[in-house]
């Protein structure tokens, strides 16, 4: 039976992968590459193609759904049951809290605990499904996938990784130069000339600074 071949769901280090999912509900994985290019045309032509993508297996597992759900219906929380089923085909290495490598990042042996989508690559992915929704006739206040409970999902996910693999998400921000004051001269001293003192507008001075002339 033909499949459609759809979203892009890891972006970790080796070969993107790429999930068939059939019309009877069959899921395949396949591997995808493409040729390295330098040009923002090509990147911007990746981008569009790859949503594209993402939108069609999206609306493929609705409609494998059971029962079948349109995209009128869709709410956040069909988004979120479409992240967890995507976890099975993760290739990112979460370790347990149980686990002797938890919260190192370069674990020095294997072990059996679960691989999970990365969360940069969940991310992604729920940018591309938020345009594509507008896109294609969506509302922006209807958008499933940029509502409040999407966020949190995707900021649980990010946090329990960070902890659970050792390793930052965070942005490094650049800190700001301390302001300087400048500091503002002194006037200087009035000129004697033959015993006349020239005393500028709004300068003060006491009457020990008087000099007498020579």
Known sequence: ????????LSSNFGSPSLV??????AISLAS????????SSSTSSRYENQKRRDWNTFCQYLKNHRP?????????????EFLRYLDQFGKTKVHTQICPFY?????PAPCPCPLRQAWGSLD????????????????PEANPFGVRAVRL???EVRDMQ????????????????????PTLPFPPPPPVVKGTIVVPRGYKFEPQQLQQGD
């Not at 992604?124 to 509302?139: D, M, P, Q, T, Y």
């Open 1 to 8: 039976m033909d499949s459609v071949p759809e979203t892009h």
């Open 20 to 25: 068939n999912i059939s019309n009877n509900g």
């Open 32 to 39: 995808s590459s493409s040729p390295p290019s330098s040009s």
């Open 68 to 80: 079948p759900l349109s995209l009128s219906r869709c709410s956040g929380a069909h988004v979120l």
């Open 103 to 107: 919260g190192l990042p370069n674990p």
């Open 124 to 139: 992604a992915l729920i940018g591309r499904l938020r345009a594509a929704f507008e896109e294609n006739g969506g509302k």
């Open 153 to 155: 999902y995707l900021r």
């Open 162 to 181: 960070s902890k659970a693999r050792g390793v930052s998400y965070e942005k490094k921000r650049k800190r700001p130069l301390p302001q300087q004051i």
